[in-house]
């Protein structure tokens, strides 16, 4: 199947600072991207949905100005968490598909990032 | 809206069946799946079932739906310690987005 890639696999920052998550499909052009959190033993919660060249569309509850996410091309887009705090703290998963070849095409996901906020 | 159920935990020995169940509410569904996540990892997708259909097998993998009753199982036969992960259910209504089960734990003992 096809590949995508996120980067980081883990990272620790400080309280206060801004970290990028990067998600990646590398052998298709992804119309549109999700970025999901995934608290312990829970199930994946959408946080956005972004499609190339336009902005993203928000779960509710979700801060727009907190999670920035900008999908740039067709096979980049990256998650900045702004001024995190330590309850930001969690697993953060991407996924990838090609919606110009119709509604029901897979989604093909990330290795995910595990962030922690110290 | 669209909600999708599944048993938290199932533990079974190395070489049985093991049987994976999830529900879900959306009757527009199209297509069902079943992703494994191991530990630290994202999700592979191991199979998908179109909602036409009642049946499907992959190799040890055996996806039964019942749309009648909104129900989705997995059997994986002769579970081996490898299998150990979470399994999740997720639904697609031919909208751009899956909405995902609660996952279930599945523990293989040796």
């Known amino acids: 199947g096809a590949v995508v890639s996120q980067h980081p696999s883990w990272v620790i920052c400080k309280s206060g600072t801004s970290v990028k998550i990067e998600c990646r499909s590398l052998?298709?052009?992804?119309?549109?991207m999700f970025w999901y959190r995934q608290f312990p033993k829970q199930s994946l919660m959408l946080m956005a949905t972004?499609?190339?060249?336009?902005?993203?569309?928000?779960e509710q509850g979700v801060e727009k100005d907190k999670f920035l996410i900008n999908h740039a091309s067709l096979t980049l887009s990256t998650l900045t968490v702004t001024s995190a705090h330590p309850e930001d703290s969690s697993f953060y998963i991407c996924?990838?598909?090609?919606?110009?070849?119709?509604?029901?095409?897979?989604?093909?996901f990330g290795q995910g990032t595990r962030l922690t906020v110290v | 809206g669209e909600d999708v159920e599944q048993s938290l935990f199932l533990s079974v020995r190395e070489g049985d069946s093991s049987v994976i169940n999830c529900t879900y509410t959306?009757?527009?569904?199209?297509?069902l799946y079943w992703y494994k996540q191991e530990p630290g990892a994202g999700l592979q997708l191991l199979t998908y079932?179109?909602?036409?259909?009642d049946m499907k097998q992959d190799q040890r993998l055996t996806v039964l739906l019942n749309k009648k009753d909104k129900h989705l199982s997995l059997r994986i036969a002769d579970t081996q310690t490898g299998d150990s992960a979470i399994y999740f259910c997720?639904?697609?209504?031919?909208?751009?987005?899956?909405?995902f089960g609660t996952g279930t734990r599945l523990k293989v003992l040796a």
């Open positions: 959306d009757s527009s569904s199209t297509y």
């Open positions: 996924s990838a598909r090609d919606l110009a070849r119709g509604m029901n095409t897979e989604a093909f």
């Open positions: 972004s499609n190339e060249g336009s902005k993203a569309t928000y």
């Open positions: 079932i179109f909602s036409n259909m």
């Open positions: 052998d298709f052009q992804a119309t549109t």
């Open positions: 997720a639904e697609n209504s031919g909208t751009y987005k899956y909405i």
